[in-house]
């Protein structure tokens, strides 16, 4: 079926908020940004709502959707029991990047959004457009990024319509977002907090606020396959149902290139050269550090080694990109992963499906 999307430019951000929230109240679908990526909202309550989200999104009904709430203590409303270390980590948190997996209070959201799971994952956003939004819209909103399933995360409102125009009520858009990376999922089990998938919320800072991180064998940063996310399945580590899937793939393949810093260039340019020869349009995914040195079809500059937030902020519209020029063949540089870095080379590894040489 086909839709008229409203679209809501910067400066009618106001206005259209407020005509956002009411077609959100009617049961409709709008995307909004949050200050990691752009989200596809629609009531949690309602089934209809949530069934059109999959539907826009082709995404496959056993992946639930992240819970949207403007103020912490509305999780009441949608959570069964939580207990004081899911209390410490909302009030270090939220609003912000974090997204908690908690036993869902039944009938507090549509089958749908779960995906049957006796559990929901809630978070509060810390962008002023969202939480506004889901204020004036009266409704928890479910929304997982607005973006068709299997492309990058959208970070700008224009990446929305490019994936979705037709298929959605409307877009308001906040400008750019922050982060550029999804918010971290964790989920407390036996009084240890378990990182189901890297993000905004860096492991580092977790650790700050609650002491010791689980060790847990993330099925998310070596899950590239099926299989792969089975057999962390059997470990009964808690997992994110989302990791068996294919995320954040560019059109063309990709290699990451990770190890010895000074021994990448000559790789990545090889490596690079090689795929040219082939007759492969060539990009190359740059540290700052490294730009001018590579030659290619298109040399991107990711930001410097030591500031990987720079990377994690433009990594998905890079990888848009890419597409739009037609690159088939994209050669990325590994950043250190402490801090969000950690979050920047799960998605590279994602986008990568796998593909990675080590230098050194
Ligand atoms: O930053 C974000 O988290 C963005 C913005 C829009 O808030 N949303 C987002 O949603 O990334 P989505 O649907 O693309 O990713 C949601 C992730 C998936 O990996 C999903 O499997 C996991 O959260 N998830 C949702 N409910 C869960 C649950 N009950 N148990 C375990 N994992 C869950
Ligand atoms: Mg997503």
């Known amino acids: 079926m086909t839709v008229t999307t409203k679209y809501w430019p910067a400066e009618q951000t106001r206005s259209g908020i407020i005509e956002a929230a009411a077609v959100l109240a009617a049961g409709g679908i709008i995307a909004f940004p949050t ?60 609003p912000g990047p974090l997204t908690l997996v908690l036993p ?52 700008q409102a224009r990446h929305v319509m490019e994936d979705l125009n037709g298929r959605i009520d409307g877009v308001v858009d906040g400008g750019e977002t922050g982060v ?15 990182i189901l998938r890297p993000g905004g919320i860096t492991r580092e800072k977790l650790q700050d606020a609650v002491g010791s991180i689980a060790d847990v064998v993330s ?57 040219g020869g082939r007759g492969c349009k060539v990009a190359i995914l740059s540290s700052t550090e490294h730009v001018a040195r590579y030659q290619a079809d298109a040399v991107f500059d990711c930001g410097p080694r030591e500031e990987p937030e720079k990377a994690a902020h433009s990594l998905y519209a890079l990888l848009r990109e890419c597409d739009e020029l037609g690159v088939n063949y994209i050669v990325a540089e590994g950043y250190p992963e402490e801090g969000i870095g950690a979050a920047l080379m799960n998605r590279l590894r994602k986008a990568a499906g796998g593909c990675e040489i080590t230098a050194g």
């Open 35 to 94: 200050e990691t990526v752009y989200g596809l909202g629609g009531d949690a309550r309602s089934t209809e709502a949530v069934e059109r989200i999959f539907a826009a999104k082709g995404r496959p009904s056993d992946n639930p959707l992240i819970v949207h709430i403007a103020r912490s203590e509305d999780v009441e409303k949608l959570a069964e029991r939580i207990n004081d270390l899911e209390r410490e980590l909302m009030s270090a948190f939220w």
């Open 219 to 275: 099925p998310e940063s070596t899950a590239h396959s099926a299989e792969v996310a089975s057999e962390a399945e059997q470990t009964h580590a808690p997992r994110s149902p989302g990791v068996k899937y294919a995320h954040y793939a560019p059109k063309g393949e990709m290699l990451l290139i990770t190890g010895e810093w000074d021994k990448l260039v000559p790789i990545v340019q090889a490596k690079a050269a090689a795929a």
């Open 180 to 194: 550029g990376l999804e918010s971290t999922v964790v989920r407390v089990v036996d009084g240890k907090v378990h």
């Open 104 to 155: 869902v209070l039944p009938g507090a959201v549509s089958n749908l959004v779960t995906a049957g799971l006796d559990t929901v994952a809630v978070r509060v956003p810390a962008h002023e457009v969202a939480r506004e939004l889901i204020e004036q819209s009266g409704c928890p909103l479910a929304a997982p990024s607005a973006n068709r399933s299997g492309r990058p995360s959208p970070t």
